[in-house]
């Protein structure tokens, strides 16, 4: 049997820090497992503990999180670990940051216990997850760069579908129920796009939606290929 999901809680006020395991702790298959006030703290803590989840504040005093994300992404002992970013401010040059350091998403620190517990858990399953606020304007940022692209011809017509669905949020399992397929198949169109696009998680997968014009800036889809 496998435990729990294993948590690292990082995060410069002990007031925050005490709230998020009292809701952690609070789900039968989630156990906080250790705590951090300052990044250096955190990668510390991620070494000897090994966790699977790391909820990360990435504006701390005496070491962000944005290094520490970004150091514990590159720990090939650190495979397994996914760094679940916590943030106050819906969109900033550090979620940009983060992102690029390696962040498996990003929630904000209002959310609702609930929805605290389910990304948590589906950050563990490997589903990428933004707060819709932060994708939307991560997204809108990313689009003002540059104009979209066409979807890469390297793609499938399903491969290119099951792209639009992570770019609009959707889990594995609503894309099932969308696209009438089986797990299994989801999870081998999610290694091929992931091959193919060179991406590192399902993060990155979630901008080259909208980077090859799949989905548009307010999480529709464009007309059919």
């Keep these: 049997m496998t435990g729990p999901v294993r948590v690292l809680v990082v995060d410069d006020q002990p007031l925050i820090r005490h709230s998020l395991r009292l809701i952690v702790d609070g789900a039968p298959d989630l156990a906080v497992v250790g705590e951090a006030d300052t ?110 692209a066409s979807a890469p011809a390297s793609l499938t017509d399903r491969e290119a579908q099951v792209l639009t669905l992570i770019g609009r949020g959707l889990s594995n399992t609503e894309i099932t129920q969308a696209l009438t397929i089986s797990m299994g198949t989801v999870k081998t169109h999610i290694g091929s796009l992931l091959a193919k696009l060179h991406a590192r998680d399902r993060a990155q997968l979630v901008i080259a939606a909208y980077e090859h014009g799949l989905v548009g800036a307010g999480g529709t889809a464009p007309p059919p290929r």
């Excluded at 350091?101 to 929630?107: D, E, N, Q, V, W």
């Excluded at 563990?124 to 932060?134: K, T």
């Design 39 to 148: 990044g250096a703290g955190a990668l510390e803590q991620a070494r000897e503990l090994r966790p699977d989840i790391v909820l990360m504040d990435i504006r701390m005093p005496g070491g962000d999180g944005i290094e520490a994300t970004r150091r514990i992404a590159a720990d090939p002992a650190l495979a397994s670990t996914r760094v679940l970013v916590l943030t106050m401010f819906e969109l900033d040059e550090y979620v940009h940051a983060a992102l690029g350091a390696g962040a498996s998403g990003f929630l904000l620190k209002d959310a609702e216990p609930g929805r605290l517990t389910d990304a948590i858990r589906r950050t563990h399953a490997g589903e990428s997850l933004f707060a819709p606020s932060v994708l939307a304007r991560l997204v809108e940022n990313y689009l003002s760069r540059s104009a979209p």
